[in-house]
């Protein structure tokens, strides 16, 4: 017979009085396995430890007091791309990926870091501060670069690394958006605004779903919305063509547009590096600040930001003075592409000559569960052929800041992204997402491919192919 | 057992990058897809057959245990360390070698994951027909170290079925190579199939020379609804007796459905007994539609009932959503309780029904859920007892049920495993499906293969030394 010398003991997890997973988020997974097909990290590293359910029983044996916090065991959780591919494999419904961010946050309460605080405490929640922090990297300083990777305490900064990190830089705009954007702007009066609405989205399968229950966007009301834009901080500093786009195409179809400039990170590098107690004082100020400009939604054109925004409810939860404002501000957030397909939207009549291929974030397709919407923008923009690449939603290994922190692991997961983009032979690579664009585009610089394919926002050729009705 | 001078010698051979020690990698080494497990004491990860040929040798002269793993999936404990020593992951090994187009064969590294095998070689127009439900999740090398099956065997036979050669490395270092392209070879015993199955216990399989054929063109995929578990069991037997082979036919019973239902929302029907996936393919479209039309009639006849007791996919997105769902059904089952133990058992497919019927009385009389699901076609069921560890009462009367199963398996002409394997959670039951010669004489084969006994030590054998689960 078999004989049990298994001992399950139901001690006392050794954090106590600390916020940490519960028993229910890790005691049902049955290691099947599942998770290992999906995670990029696993694939680039084939390593155990670098898998999903390897994560998740490091996890359960630190809980249960088996392993320690070690170094080691941190790094294991930083490891994690987020990408959330486990999340949404699994078939009992653990979420790896939650998981290792909430050991993140567990690490950071038994012992907090220093440059967190300031870096999140001290920085994100000030825009000005951040600007004017930020603005070596804006100037493109070797320096700035340095000092930043020793902030995060990369001691090792190889030159191949720091080259890499250069090209993810965008070209960098002078002016930060916010100094720049009005704070409302009226809906566009041009000839557009009257025409019935596109046949494209009158087909949409989500819109006539969404439209019926969104909590602000009844139907009736899909034209003349008092949208309030979110700006994020990567937006705001480094892709302001981009949300000056996003602002354009409200505003042409039918939008007024309200930017608020006081709002704050949404909060995710926090989560990120384990300071969720830092992202729930961010997430209270930001809906704070929504609430005073009684807008219909809330709209980003970042996926980060808006996957976070959604999660103010869940982060709040426990807080029961914020419980319901947070929720009933999480269920007005819609991603720029998400909303543009909610709304009847003009059809652009200037054209774009090539072929584009769209890679999902992360925090889109699985964060939001927005995939077609994008693609739908782009398929109502004459010239333009869209051209899916294999594995379209598999992360490209940006992470935020993993080409930093992990860099040679987000590298191999970057080649096998571009691998696929490069095939598609395409003009443009779309992606809602400024984590992801500058991820490919040091993808494609290292092909020296940066000449034949641009990385663009998907609502940014929209707003080029209005742009273009003047031609 | 493992000193520094050993780690050193295996960093020599693979690369520090490739050997792990550090208390969070052995904790990752330490488990497979079962509940069991059990830390290595050091982990090295080859690239080459050589690599495995100069572990070995220094495993066999330091007398160190070896344990070969790829993904690690399997569900009978076969990979986890349990007397410690090494853990020896061959998931680098991951080259495709040769796809031969010409004698329809593809040369392989055991860590290949099938799936990838198969999507390499269905681009070509060819496939590699067998399909175990961790298909995206297990390598070749494990696959054909446990003989893995999978829902296609009922039409087109298992991973066995499909190897025409091996590179092993034996326990000692040495290279053999068993087979080759030619498809027949009576020259010596079948060294092939001696390997097939033995689950790493006789020696390391490092590459694999399978067998392809032409991918089918036309496929199509039913769905029938039962309003009770025994009309399901019984239409099994009615479609094969018409002389119709679909290339599967699996079976769900309603705990399966309903955890299926509430992991991957497909609209199954929650109030009835069981569902049958049926598949038919072929060359032809006008005889697969026409036979799959035949099964939906005799599902039909059998109380397959009302308007939507069968359907068929409309098209290949529904198809694949439908076998993602088959695939997930295992680990889904784990929704209703933390610790499964999945069952493997094979009976002639006759006994289908009576076996179905008698496990569902085996789980009213020890008071357990066991969920029946698996390939009903070929004979090979899957229960799946549901319980929580920590309840000693439970696990007790868990163990009470597993011979019972394994009894009721023996006495209806089947046996313990299809697919899964023997490991160690099915060694004690061994000799009651077996028999005393056939066990000694394996064991001789076991001893002379790998005399100090470093391979997969405690594995398969009832009398092997160690180890508690």
């Known amino acids: ?471 | 057992m493992i000193n520094t001078g050993i780690v050193k010698e295996l960093e020599r051979i693979v690369g520090t990058k490739n050997v792990f020690t550090s208390p969070e990698d052995l904790v990752s080494y330490s488990f497979d897809g079962t509940f069991a497990e059990h830390r290595p004491d050091v982990v090295a990860q080859p690239a080459t057959t050589e690599h495995v040929s100069r572990i070995l040798a220094l495993a066999d002269r330091e007398g160190i245990p070896v344990v070969p793993r790829g993904m690690a999936t399997g569900l009978a404990a076969a990979s986890i360390p349990f007397g410690g020593g090494l853990a020896l992951s061959l998931i680098r090994m991951n080259r495709v070698l040769e796809i031969d187009e010409e004698n329809m064969t593809a040369r392989v590294e055991a860590g290949v994951v099938t799936a990838d095998l198969q999507a390499e070689v269905e681009k070509r127009g060819l496939f590699y027909p067998p399909d175990p439900s961790s298909v995206r999740h297990s390598t070749l090398g494990g696959n054909v170290a446990c003989n893995a099956g999978g829902p296609r065997c009922l039409k087109y036979g298992i991973t066995g079925d499909y190897v025409l050669g091996l590179t092993v490395v034996l326990a000692d270092g040495r290279v053999v190579e068993t087979g080759g392209k030619a498809i027949k070879n009576v020259t010596g015993y079948n060294m092939t199939q001696l390997f097939i199955g033995s689950e790493g216990t006789l020696g390391v399989i490092t590459e694999i020379l399978v067998k392809l054929i032409g991918k089918p063109r036309h496929v199509r995929t039913a769905l029938a609804t039962f309003d009770k578990l025994d009309d399901a069991s019984r239409t099994v037997n009615a479609i094969l007796l018409k002389g119709i082979v679909p290339a599967t036919l699996e079976l769900m019973d309603e705990t399966a459905i309903a955890c299926i239902e509430e992991a991957m929302h497909l609209d199954l029907p929650l109030d009835k007994e069981a569902i049958l996936i049926i598949e038919c393919d072929g060359n032809d479209e006008g005889t697969v539609l026409r036979e799959i039309d035949r099964v939906a009639d005799i599902c039909r006849e059998n109380g397959a009932a009302g308007a939507d007791g069968v359907r068929v996919a409309k098209n290949e997105a529904e198809r694949a959503k439908l076998w993602q769902a088959r695939r997930s059904v295992s680990p889904s089952l784990a929704r209703k309780a933390p610790n499964k133990l999945g069952e493997d058992i094979s009976v002639p497919r006759s006994q289908i029904p009576a076996a179905v019927r008698r496990i569902k009385e085996i789980s009213r009389q020890y008071d357990l859920p066991i969920v029946v699901f698996g390939h009903a076609g070929d004979g090979n069921l899957h229960p799946n007892v549901l319980f929580d560890m920590r309840d000693a009462d439970q696990w007790a009367r868990v163990q009470e049920v597993v011979s019972e199963i394994f009894a009721l398996a023996v006495e209806l002409g089947g046996t313990l495993s299809g697919e899964h394997g023997v490991g160690v959670l099915k060694r004690a039951y061994l000799e009651s499906a077996l028999g005393a010669d056939s066990i000694e004489i394996q064991e001789r084969i076991k001893r002379a293969l790998d005399p100090k006994g470093i391979l997969c030590p405690g594995k398969i054998f009832p009398q092997a030394e160690v180890v508690a689960i």
């Open chain 1, 1 to 471: 017979m078999m004989k049990s010398e298994q001992k399950v003991t139901m001690v006392d997890h050794p954090f106590v009085d600390l916020e940490t997973p519960t028993e229910e988020q890790y005691l049902f997974c049955i290691r099947c396995g599942l998770c290992l097909a999906t995670c990029p990290t696993y694939r680039a590293s084939l390593k155990e430890t670098e898998s999903p359910r390897g994560r998740v029983m490091l996890i359960r044996k630190a809980l249960e007091g088996e392993l320690e916090l070690t170094p080691n065991f941190n790094d294991q959780m930083q490891k994690c791309m987020a990408c959330l591919a486990c999340n949404a494999i699994c078939p009992v419904g653990i979420k790896p990926a939650d998981l290792a961010l909430n050991m993140r946050y567990v690490a950071e309460q038994v012992e907090p870091s220093g440059w967190k605080e300031k870096l999140f405490g001290g920085l994100l929640p000030h825009p000005r501060r951040m600007e004017w922090g930020t603005l070596p990297l804006r100037l493109y300083q070797k320096l700035g670069l340095r000092r930043l990777a020793n902030t995060l305490r990369i001691t090792r900064v190889l030159p191949a690394q720091l080259r890499d990190l250069e090209r993810q830089l965008p070209q960098v705009p002078g002016r930060p958006l916010r100094s720049r954007l009005p704070e409302v702007i009226a809906p566009s009066t041009s000839s557009g605004r009257l025409r019935s609405p596109s046949t494209n989205f009158a087909q949409h399968p989500e819109r006539s779903e969404r439209a019926g229950r969104g909590p602000s966007t009844g139907s009736g009301r899909l034209r003349g919305l008092r949208v309030g834009f979110f700006l994020g901080c990567a937006q705001n500093l480094l892709f302001a063509e981009e949300s000056e786009a996003s602002a354009r195409v409200l505003v042409r179809n039918g939008c007024e547009v309200v930017t608020p400039k006081d709002v704050q990170c949404c909060g995710m590098p926090a989560i990120g590096y384990g300071r969720q107690e830092i992202m729930r004082e961010m997430a209270k100020h930001n809906i704070a600040c929504f609430e005073r400009l009684n807008v219909d939604v809330i709209v980003t054109d970042c996926a980060t930001c808006g996957s976070t925004l959604k999660e103010y409810g869940h982060y709040l939860a426990g807080e029961p003075e914020w419980a319901e404002r947070a929720r009933a501000f999480s269920d007005r957030v819609r991603d720029v592409s998400e909303f543009l397909a909610e709304i009847p939207l003009d059809k652009p009549r200037g054209r774009i000559e090539g072929k584009v291929t769209y890679h999902d974030p992360c925090h889109l397709v699985r964060g939001q569960g927005v995939a077609a919407q994008p693609r739908l923008l782009l398929g109502m923009i004459d010239g333009l052929e869209l051209v899916e690449m294999e594995e379209a939603d598999w992360c490209c290994g940006s992470a935020g800041s993993q080409l930093i922190t992990h860099y040679e692991d987000s590298l191999a997961i970057l080649e096998r992204k571009i691998d696929h983009v490069q095939a598609t032979g395409a003009d443009y690579v779309a992606s809602g997402c400024p984590g992801c664009q500058m991820q490919l585009t040091v993808g494609l610089k290292r092909r020296g491919l940066e000449k034949r394919m641009q990385v663009v926002h998907p609502v940014l050729l929209l707003d080029r192919a209005y742009q273009n009705e003047r031609h």
